[in-house]
């Protein structure tokens, strides 16, 4: 067993399935808001949710602590795994390799998850997902309403945009986390 997966079973021990989640995006316009994974968290973990009492794995990069910080906030401490800025990236995958869905931004750590084997949920706004989707048979994403050419106007600027992703209901996200969770469920059996 190497060192970083000796740190992720430290982190990630045994015993309540673990839902990691990325909050954060290297672009504003890509990040879904934070209050949108606090909802879509409390669903997914409530006693009728995918994942009844399930600890909440929160992954991004130091940079990135300010984008986690609402989302944090609303993660009980005793279900809380803070790994912002805490862990390398070996440490990251080996951690996702862990948990039992992760849901994120379309960002590298998507994709590092979907290349874990960790079901992985993409959350889509303005890049194209034809381009962008996790790859892997356990993987799916849900996207915005909003047509990416429709978010991009005539004074689009990326450094000063807000979230290009408000067209994503915690709904929509709930329904395909749902999916992939059944699906993946049923290509197990």
């Known amino acids: 067993m190497t060192h970083h997966e000796r740190a992720a079973g430290a982190l990630v021990s045994p015993g309540a399935p673990v839902l990691a989640i990325g909050p954060a995006a290297n672009w504003r316009g890509k990040e879904w808001r934070a209050e949108r994974f606090a909802a879509l968290v409390q ?25 986690a910080e609402p989302l944090l906030a609303a993660i009980p401490l005793h279900r809380q795994i803070d790994l912002v800025g805490k862990v390398d990236l070996l440490t990251a995958a080996a951690a996702l390799r862990r948990c039992a869905l992760f849901i994120g931004n379309d960002t590298g750590l998507m994709h590092m998850a979907a290349a874990s ?19 892997g048979q356990r993987t799916a994403l849900v996207r915005s309403i909003d047509p990416p050419e429709a978010m991009f106007g005539p004074a689009f ?7 290009l992703m408000n067209g994503l209901s915690v709904d929509a996200a709930e329904a395909a986390a749902r999916r992939l969770w ?8």
């Open 43 to 67: 669903r997914l973990t409530a006693t009728d949710g995918l994942l009844p009492g399930a600890r909440i794995a929160v992954l991004a990069a130091a940079h990135e602590r300010k984008q």
């Open 117 to 135: 084997g960790t079901p992985t949920l993409g959350l889509f706004g303005p890049s194209p997902s034809e381009k962008y989707a996790p790859w």
């Open 157 to 163: 600027d990326h450094r000063t945009t807000g979230t």
């Open 182 to 189: 059944h699906s993946v469920a049923s290509a197990a059996a």
